[in-house]
């Protein structure tokens, strides 16, 4: 243990641990007693009286509500010598069901004033997110752990000068703060802590239709499923999440029960089909209804019997999920999770005796309302009038794209990505500390002064100098190339277009030069690499003229490049071709290149910035057999 001990050690002494990082799709939430001294036991009291509030709260709330993956949970702990309420949930790909947590904090919070909250995710301080365009310049993720926290509904932020007015505290600053320090500086310097309305509007602006969205992430279908399924479901709705998961997650090894040929072997067998009416998740049912699946070898004279249309799409809904809760039940991974244990109890019921299946007269006396699927159709022309905030073709009060949380939540995304567009500070990091960057400018041109490598003529002092050694870089691109090193320059071509395009180049690359010294460098260089390139038989543009295909360029590189006559005559042919000449070798090797890429990417795309698709007519006999069986 002490060899252990030492191989730590060596982490440094200012070494705390390892930063912690919650699991995807996952929130995490706590609440602290923090505005009255107590002592822990009475605080502890508190606590439980706001866990017996949170737990009235929710069944009143959540009574036909069903979670995507995990509900809400709080539990009495106690870390680092403070008691809180914390729990965390799993939320899936239901962001409504994180949402919905926040709310039910921040409701909690406005009755228990003494009561701090503190909510996380996966993306760390996604309320700071929600209010990017409202929150102070100097609030960025790297020091905002445990700053911010919802109070009476609100939400307050600790400040960086918050926990350093007082002598023996250390500097905390320029770093995110610990819990233990947040509960500090919340208890002794409350005055201090930053509160802003517009901060509040758009950190909790997903809450403003709750609660009466509450019931809106859920949907209403009606299924045909096997008697013994339906027995189930009824039994708990929430039931349908998991198999839904199970469904739209399944793999090769989790389909094998799907394949039995005697419906004796499945648990659930497509027979004795009846119609109830099954409450998803949105989300969950878009998983359903979206998925392409084939159906299993008991379920194919079942589906096909179904002639009429809409008959149809209910049936391979409840095929669906039928099959998913098969994989559910005999997948041994799930064995001791709670639901699979629940629905096996009910299962054991039913060969038991105890229980008994619903009769037809039963069944009919369910809920049969169901829910339109308007919400699951794009129309493309109505999400391009609501990104331009207009409608056409109707009024203002007519529909329009999705319902109207999906219509206002779009309409605010797309102000706040134009407002971060119109932002000139604002870049990838966020927001810059534009005072910290404007010293660092200023000391480097203090420096590149002394030491005399700046340009007079570039007016700046943020660019620095930049040595630029020609011989080097020419050496460079010569070994990158391929040609031999240390040859001269021959004729130096005085193309001014040619000359003016590589100085622009040059002078967008961001090098301090004089104008004058930067023409001269730059007109030597292009023309050393010019002569190179000529020696290395890389320019022979009119290659093709003197013979066809690889014996005209022998013949060329043998005979010269003719008279002089010669010459005058195809620099007449070739005025109007302008660009469009093309040297046979440099072609022939591109063109290869792509060839051997077969479609895919490769060094030849890649130079040239584009994509050529795959030469099926050159496609080899393998290839082509391989197409066929396709």
């Not at 991974?333 to 038991?352: F, G, P, T």
């Not at 190339?481 to 003016?500: D, H, I, S, Y």
């Not at 100085?503 to 460098?521: C, I, K, M, Q, T």
């Not at 077969?598 to 040239?608: D, E, F, N, R, V």
Request: proline share 4%; with cysteine; aromatic share 8%.
């Amino acid at each position: 243990m002490e060899n252990v001990a030492d191989d730590f050690g060596g982490l440094g002494k200012g070494f705390q641990e390892f930063p912690r990082r919650l699991p995807d799709d996952c929130v995490e939430y706590s609440m602290y007693v923090l505005d009255q001294p107590l002592k822990d036991a009475e605080i502890r009291e508190r606590l439980r009286s706001v866990l017996s509030v949170a737990n009235t709260l929710t069944r009143k709330l959540l009574k036909d509500f069903i979670w995507q993956r995990e509900g809400f949970a709080l539990e009495l702990v106690r870390e680092d010598g403070i008691s809180s309420l914390q729990g965390r949930t799993n939320y899936g790909d239901s962001i409504q069901d994180e949402w919905l947590i926040v709310y039910i904090l921040r409701e909690l919070s406005k009755q228990f004033q003494d009561i701090w909250v503190k909510v996380v995710d996966t993306d760390g301080e996604f309320l700071l997110i929600e209010a990017a365009n409202s929150i102070p310049r100097w609030l960025n993720p790297e020091i905002a752990d445990n700053r911010v926290w919802i109070n009476r509904g609100q939400l307050f932020i600790i400040p960086m000068a918050g926990a350093t007015d007082r002598p023996g505290r250390s500097n905390v600053d320029c770093r995110a703060l610990t819990v233990k320090e947040a509960c500090t500086c919340i208890g002794e310097a409350r005055s201090q802590l930053l509160h802003s309305p517009t901060i509040d509007a758009d950190a909790f602006y997903r809450l403003r239709n709750y609660p009466h969205q509450i019931n809106g992430s859920l949907h209403n279908a009606v299924v045909h499923v096997p008697r013994k399924l339906a027995y189930v479901l009824h039994s708990k709705a929430a039931y349908i999440c998991p198999a839904v998961e199970a469904f739209y997650l399944r793999d090769p090894i989790a389909l094998r029960p799907l394949q039995a040929q005697n419906q004796s072997d499945l648990v659930f067998p497509p027979k004795d089909l009846v119609t109830m009416v099954v409450k998803f998740t949105k989300v969950g049912f878009a998983q359903v209804k979206s998925q392409r699946f084939s159906p299993p070898t008991t379920w194919i004279s079942v589906v096909s019997a179904t002639k009429d249309e809409r008959l149809r799409a209910k049936t391979e809904i409840g095929m669906k999920i039928t099959s998913g809760f098969e994989m559910l039940i005999s997948d041994p991974q799930n064995q001791d999770r709670k639901v699979v244990r629940e629905i096996k109890l009910l299962l054991e019921d039913l060969d038991s005796g105890e229980a008994q299946l619903p009769s037809d007269i039963e069944i009919s006396h369910w809920s049969m309302v169901e829910d339109d699927e308007a919400w699951l159709d794009v129309n493309f022309e109505d999400f391009e009038n609501e990104l331009s905030g207009t409608r056409r073709g109707q009024g203002a009060s007519g529909p329009g794209f999705g319902d109207k949380s999906a219509q206002e939540d779009l309409q605010k995304m797309v102000a706040r990505f134009k407002d971060f567009l119109d932002d000139d500070a604002a870049g990838s990091e966020g927001a810059e500390f534009l005072d910290d960057m404007d010293n660092d400018n200023d000391n480097d041109g203090e420096e590149e002064e002394d030491d005399g490598h700046v340009s007079a003529d570039t007016g700046s002092e943020e660019d620095g100098a930049i040595d630029f050694d020609e011989d080097k870089f020419a050496t460079m691109m010569r070994e990158m190339m391929g040609m031999p090193p240390g040859t001269e320059p021959g004729q130096r071509n005085t193309n001014k277009g040619t000359r003016a395009r590589i100085v622009g180049d040059v002078r967008a690359s961001g090098v301090n030069y004089s104008a004058r010294e930067e023409e001269l460098e730059v007109f030597r260089l292009s023309q050393a690499m010019e002569a190179e390139l000529k020696a290395a038989g890389a320019l022979q543009l009119d290659s093709v003229a003197h013979g066809s295909g690889l014996n005209g360029i022998k013949n060329e590189f043998q005979g010269g490049r003719g008279t002089a006559a010669e010459e005058g005559d195809s620099e007449d042919e070739n005025d109007n071709d302008g660009d469009l000449n093309i040297d046979f070798n440099l072609a022939k090797n591109l063109l290869e290149s792509f060839k051997g890429q077969g479609g895919a990417a490769g060094p030849g795309s890649s130079i040239m910035g584009m994509r050529l698709p795959r030469d099926e007519d050159c496609a080899t006999p393998h290839d082509q057999s391989t197409a066929d069986l396709r």
